[in-house]
């Protein structure tokens, strides 16, 4: 194997290097016994490159990547910064100019009174910090019985310890043994094509809602503190709710005084069509956890956005808030964002979306309804799924251990195209630059590599 373009040295050899030493996340290491990692190497505009091979990503990496790969102005804003001050820390009553442009930047593209803005490093460390603030603000409000989180089934928002406790699968938390017991109650997701039966979508959204109400009597509201929620749960199957959830969610937590915590770090940065996720579907939390398309995944930089009326309760004493990182607000990755966030205005990201890109997606995604594998297709500005069905009318699923998404998901890299498989569903979230052109050929891909496992389905007499 030849050299690695970025002068690494032999790709092979550190194709081994990695299988030997590299402990990758969301990885089985088994799988990497049996086939080497594949190498990324370069990447431009909406397409990536490793091994030879140049493929369409309509993942935007992990659904980060808004304004495209390798953009020079982005480069520069690095590197000046790294030149000008490369590091400095923001403890104890210290900031920087970066930090503090990005701060005021944020508050004012964000919906409502969401003007306080705590820097962490990941989308996980923002919710990670926003669930210590939930807990100090009760405190704070004489109620330190408000302890309980609630999420819902299908959700992720993170892989630290108490992040994966809100995450809406018994599988992230059993290898640990986290325990959610006392601390997160999960409700239904409004999972519609899954769950919703002959239900109308809207009927079935309020019914989802209503799960949340029936959770918070069945404890007692005075021993709940939040409800978290994605606005599409992203990672488990590009969920989008029904007309009237969010609205009905957001009445239902004011109603029993419960927070209320938009968790965008998928939905963030004009993903649907709106800057944020909450315009999209019409609701206003007191959080807002931001983090990928902040920087567009060029710098690691996550953001908690807090509702003026609870951040004025968080610092209404004089007392040293006991949370923070090393790396909050650091400058380099604070004028990456700034620069991602120029980009995006200036070159229109979100009403392209929201006009243009956004509803050609949709309709030429409709195409693939048609093919005998697919069960249903949903999608919100660049944000899409494909959901596999065994039998159309009964909505029966494959069994998971035929991992049929998965040899879709391998057949479309054959197609020159990376889309990504989470159980029974084709999950795509492509950089918000993606043009007619992309979509295009997204869809070509993917109807080429559906044809494909189908037919070797229908081969071994599985389909
Ligand atoms: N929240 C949501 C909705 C996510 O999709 C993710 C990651 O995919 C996270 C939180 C965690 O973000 P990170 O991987 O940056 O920790």
Redesign the pocket.
Known sequence: MGKSATGFGDLGALQEADRRHHYHPFTDPKALVSAPPFMVERAEGVFIEGQGLRVLDAMAG??CVNIGYGRREMADAASEMMRELSFYHCFAGVSNPAAAALSERLAAIAPGDLNRVFFAN??????ETIIKLVHMYWRRMGQPDRKILISRDF?????TVA?SALNGLTAMHEPFGIETKGHVEHVDSPFWYRFGGDMSPEAFGMQAAASIEAKILEIGPDSIAAFIG?PI???LGAIIPPEGYWPEVERICRKYGILMIA?????GFGRTGSWFGQQTFGFQADFM?L??GLSSGYQ?I?AVLIKDEIADVLSSKPEVLQHGFTTSAHPVAAAVALKNIEIIEDEGLVTRVADLTGPYLATKLANLLAHPLVGEVRSCGMMAAVELAKNKETREQYPIDYAVCSHVAQAAIGQGLIVRPAGNVLIMCPPLTFRREHIDMLVRGLGVALDQVYAALKEQGLA
């Open positions: 992990l659904g990941s989308g996980s460390e923002a919710n959700s992720y928002h993170g892989s992040t994605e749960q992203a990672t968790d965008e770090v998928v939905t956890a983090a990928k690691p996550a």
